[in-house]
């Protein structure tokens, strides 16, 4: 049987681990989607890690040597763009967003908001394009 704190500790790595990468690498999003699939307890745990990373977001130095803003600004990154997939696939739901102040963002916190959403878009501008596609190849074959 899992417990919560197994949970809590699975979000933590895959988080840890996406953040870290050098260059996105989708599989920690695939995977948070199947546990979230699977065991609705981790889409909340992934709500309460996301709230918690939008407390941590202004602490986040940018201002530190350009070797740590690098390092911020990729987990910044891939951690959004983790959270984007989730939201296409309705893993969870934009409302996990309703807990931000948005008359009083930091730098850190819009470029994370900024990306969330720009890769929710263009996520739906590739589906939108690949089904019309088969579409046309569909009405090809006829």
């Not at 050098?22 to 699939?37: E, F, G, R």
């Not at 989730?86 to 934009?94: G, H, W």
């Not at 008359?103 to 994370?112: G, K, P």
Request: aromatic share 14%.
């Amino acid at each position: 049987a899992r417990v919560g704190r197994q949970d809590r500790e699975v979000v933590s790595i895959l988080l840890l681990c996406c953040g870290r990468e050098k260059v996105y690498n989708p599989y920690y999003a695939h995977l948070a989607q199947k546990l979230c699939s699977f065991y609705h307890s981790y889409a909340f745990t992934f709500q309460l890690a996301l709230w918690d990373m939008f407390k941590e977001l202004p602490t986040f130095d940018s201002n530190t040597d350009s070797k740590e803003s690098v390092s911020n600004s990729r987990r910044i990154s891939n951690i959004s763009r983790m959270y984007s997939y989730l939201i296409f696939k309705a893993s969870l739901q934009v409302s996990v967003m309703k807990p931000i102040q948005w008359t009083s963002l930091h730098e850190n916190t819009i470029l994370f908001i900024f990306l969330l959403f720009s890769v929710i878009y263009l996520i739906m501008i590739q589906v939108n394009s690949n089904n019309q596609k088969i579409q046309l190849e569909q009405n090809t074959k006829q």
